[in-house]
C-alpha cells in the first residue's frame, strides 16, 4: 500500500501554558499552579497528525532563528515531518502563543489565548516557489 504524500503550508507556534485559579485583573499579579511548553501551530499540528496516521509529510513554513523556532524544529522533524522546506527568518522570532488556563471551582477551564505569529507573517510566495 502506498503511502500519501501531503504538502502543509502552515504556522509554527511554540505554545507557552500557564494554569491559574484567579485570573489577574489590570495591574494585578497572580500566582499560577503549573506551566509547560508545547509545540504547535495549526500547520505544525496538522502535518504531525498526518504523519504519525501513515503518510509520508513535509511541511513549509518560518521559523525565528532563536531557541522557540530550534524546539519547534525538532518537534516537527521528531514526528517524522519532512522539514528540508522550512525557512529561517534573520529578523523575525518565532511564532508563540500565551495561554493562560483558568481552572475554576465548579471544575470547568476557562481558556485565554494571546498569539504572536513572528516569522509565520513573514513568509512571502517567491520564497517557496518550488
Known sequence: MRRPKILVAGSFVLDQIAVTKTVPGEGETVLGTTFRKAPGGKGLNQAAQAAKLGAEVTMVGKLGQDGNGRELLSACQESGVNSAHVLLDEEQPSGCA??????????SVQNRILVVPGANHSIRPQEIEF
Not at 500565551?98 to 471544575?107: A, C, P, Q, S, Y
Request: no cysteine; aromatic share 0%.
Open 98 to 107: 500565551l495561554i493562560v488556563l483558568e481552572e475554576k471551582e465548579d471544575g
